[in-house]
């Protein structure tokens, strides 16, 4: 398993540093080859800056442009939804290794 932490504005001197949690890159600017390259290798979970989570569980149920995911996730009443979730917005990632419940 695998977490990465990101930080807006990589290299910029007032960016906020990543939060310290074990195994993850700081310093480093969620973008959209990131992304797809952590759903190529399985299920992830997306933790956004309001403190939101999304597991996405392959590279089908997700549609990466340059700004934003448009994700296809089950909610909690079982039925399937879609949310468009900010690259910007997206505090850190998880790679896990089955899906959840």
């Known amino acids: 398993m695998s977490i990465y932490a990101y930080t807006r504005g990589s290299g910029a001197a007032n960016a906020a540093p990543a939060p310290a949690v074990p195994g993850c890159s700081e310093g480093l ?3 959209r080859t990131t992304l797809l390259e952590a ?3 399985g299920p992830v979970k997306v933790y956004m800056n309001d403190g939101s ?3 996405i569980p ?3 149920f997700a549609v990466v442009s340059d700004i934003a995911a448009h994700v ?6 079982g039925k399937f939804r879609t949310h468009i979730l900010g690259l910007v917005c997206m505090g850190r990632i998880e790679e896990l290794e089955s899906i959840p419940g």
């Open 29 to 31: 600017e969620m973008d």
């Open 39 to 41: 759903l190529k290798r």
């Open 72 to 77: 296809l996730f089950r909610d909690i009443d």
């Open 58 to 60: 392959s590279l089908e």
């Open 53 to 55: 989570a999304f597991v």
